[in-house]
C-alpha cells in the first residue's frame, strides 16, 4: 500500500508544479504572447486535474487478503 501511496506523490507534485507554472504564464502574457494564453490556460488546467485525478484512484486490495 505504501509503494502507491509514493507514486500517487510523485505523480501529483510535479504536475501541480507545472500546472501551476502555466497557469502563471499564462496570467503574465501580454503582447504578441497573449495568442498563447489559451494553449497555456489549457495546459496547466489538464495537468491540475491530472494530478488530482491520480490521487483519486482507488488502490488494489492486497493480496491474500480474505
Do not use: C, H, Y
Not at 505504501?2 to 496570467?27: D, E, Q
Not at 495546459?43 to 491474500?64: H, M, N, R, S, Y
Amino acid at each position: 500500500m505504501g509503494i502507491n501511496r509514493t507514486a500517487k506523490g510523485i505523480v501529483l507534485v510535479p504536475t501541480l508544479l507545472l500546472g501551476a507554472a502555466f497557469l502563471s504564464a499564462a496570467a503574465w502574457l501580454d503582447g504578441e504572447a497573449a495568442a498563447n494564453r489559451p494553449l497555456a490556460l489549457g495546459l496547466g488546467v489538464i495537468l491540475i486535474g491530472a494530478g488530482l485525478l491520480a490521487q483519486l484512484l482507488p488502490e488494489p486490495p492486497k493480496e491474500g487478503a480474505d
